[in-house]
């Protein structure tokens, strides 16, 4: 999965596949892309800073819960 912000054009994107891709509008400034097999590819949303509230929420990303599951 990547995470990119391009502070230029103030668009966030998600990709968790690379593919190719068709887009599909959700809401306005918001699209979802889609793998040929229908699966969720990855997500781009406009206007990023006034969507999530300013700067400081692009700052920090947690990530909870990824990774190898250790057993003991």
Same mark, same amino acid.
């Given at each position: 999965?990547?995470?990119?912000? @391009?502070?230029?054009? @103030?668009?966030?994107?998600?990709?968790?596949?690379?593919?190719?891709?068709?887009?599909?509008?959700?809401?306005?400034?918001?699209?979802?892309?889609? @793998?040929?097999?229908?699966?969720?590819?990855?997500?781009?949303?406009?206007?990023?800073? *006034?969507?999530?509230?300013?700067?400081?929420?692009?700052?920090?990303?947690?990530?909870?819960?990824?990774?190898?599951?250790? *057993?003991?």
């Amino acid at each position: 999965m990547k995470i990119r912000y @391009d502070p230029e054009v @103030d668009v966030l994107s998600i990709t968790f596949r690379e593919t190719t891709v068709t887009t599909r509008p959700l809401a306005e400034g918001i699209t979802a892309e889609y @793998d040929r097999e229908d699966r969720l590819a990855g997500l781009e949303i406009l206007d990023a800073v *006034r969507r999530f509230g300013g700067h400081d929420t692009l700052r920090q990303v947690v990530l909870e819960g990824v990774g190898p599951s250790v *057993r003991v």
